[in-house]
Structures are given as C-alpha cells and as structure tokens.
C-alpha cells in the first residue's frame, strides 16, 4: 500500500516536504518521492496531509478509566486513599482499559507505559484489552513495602520482587514484541531503601528499564529528607537506580544539584502537567532540565 503526498518533517533541513510511505503489512518499507506502485498495490492520496510518527504516553494507568471524575477536588495523599478503593470486576477491568486504549489511539498515540495496580497477581483483564487494542506497551508492576496510607496495599520485599519477574517471565516480548516489560517501584517514601537496591539489582538481572514515580507530593519529599537526610532524587542516586534505562514520573519537588544528577546520569523525566494541576502537585521544572539537557517524554497519567 502507498500513501501519497504527505507532508513529511525533515529533520536536516527542518522543513515539511511532500513525500510518499509504502507500508508491507505492518511496516513502514519505504519513504521516497514519487514511488510507483506495484501491479494491483493500493493508493491512497492525502493531498498535502501532516504524517507523524506515533505519540507515546508514557505514563499512564489505563485501568482506572472508568474511574475518571470520581475522586476530584482532592490533593495527592487524599486521592491517592480514594483510589486505592476504586476495584472493578474482570469484566468492568477489561472494558475501562480498552476505553483507555481507544482513546489514545483516537489522539495518535501508539505506545503506552502503563504501570499496574495489583489485582491479587491477574493482570489478565489489563493486559488483554491493551493486546485486543493493538498499541505497543511498556508493562510495570508498581510494587511498594512501606503503607502510606489507610488503603495502600503493601507486600514484602520477596514478594514484589517474585511478582515483578513473575510479570517478565509471562509477557515480556508477548504480542509479537509488541509487550515490554520493566521493573516499576511505585516510588518513595512507598518503597524502603532495601526494596529499592533490590529493584535497581532486578533491572539488571533482565536486562529492562525501570519506570516510577518521583518527587510529585511536597509531603512525600520532605518524608523522605526525614529518612535519608537528602532529596528523592540523591536517595535514588544512592540506590543505584538512576540511569539511561530509568524513567522518573511527574519530578516537581528537586534542587538544582538533582537535576544535575538526571542530567549527568542520562535519567529521564516524564512531565505529567494534567495530573500535576488536578492534585496540586506543584510545577515542574520542565524548562530548566531541559536547559540542563535531561529527556522530557510526556504523560496522561489516566483517566482518573
């Protein structure tokens, strides 16, 4: 199949030119002027439309669709108690992730990272309904030891970290390499220092990235100063988890000294502005990291 006369971005010249796209199957074989099709090859004219590459999400939790509008007006911690009694049947499970997912690709998204919520070890529901959609997926576990509130589930350390390679060893690859699977500490003060080399040690062990919020609540900042008399990002640091591999969610409440750390350690961010705004997280720096040269990717962070 050829789509014709397409605007293309050219990243030498840095301006959009006309341009064609021959797709085999379910690749991109060719982008060139003028191609020519094949006897009995489909055409299609786009007369001068704008082609991009898919957009990734990367941040989200898709499961908690249906969630959305429940819980508002409420700061981080209180949500954060709120959400954490939102439960769905396998059924209602499958249907509020495959809303999510038909709503990222309705806007152009074709790759999501979507962190887990632990559903008693079957994931099955969530995990179907991005497979039925057809987007690419970065699948994490969010694992956490330490109880931070009333309603927040908590494992042992064996435990999250069985769950994590459990998850690996099930769909890492799956979907014709469409499912990637990573490591994903719902963060601090969620997960204890042990909990977090551990994590950083399992990274490793599989050879995958690790995904994870930090520095998004001024209340989780400071409960981590009194821990590790340092900021979230030096304690990570400390951990062994900063890295290429690692992304790091929302990032609001740091120093200068940290950014210089994501900078110098090529650790990258993911700016949740939405969410940010709704739970009166705070602003993130997002223009000064990128002076600084730390990678922003962009994120929904759900429905919810």
Partial sequence: MILKNLRIFNEKTGRFQLMDIRINGDMIENVANNLHPKPSEEVHDYDGKIALPGFIDAHTHLTQTFARGLFDDLPLTQWLEKIWTFRLD???SYYSTLLGCLEAIRTGTTTVSEM??????DYSPVVQAIF???LRANLGLAIGDYKEGENTPVATI??????TAALFNRLNSAGSGRIKVVV???GLPACTAELMRKSAELTKKLDTGMHMHACEGLLQTKETYKRYG????EALHKFGLLG???ELVHVIWLCD?????LARTDTSVVHCPNSNMKLTDGISPVAKMIDQGVNIAIGCDGAA
């Fill in 244 to 246: 290429k591999k690692t």
């Fill in 230 to 233: 340092c900021g979230e990002i």
């Fill in 257 to 261: 000294l940290e950014i210089d750390l």
């Fill in 90 to 92: 396998d059924e209602a």
């Fill in 158 to 163: 064996d435990e999250c970290l069985e769950k």
């Fill in 116 to 121: 887990l919520v632990d559903r008693d070890d």
């Fill in 184 to 186: 994903a500490p719902v």
């Fill in 132 to 134: 039925d959609s057809g």
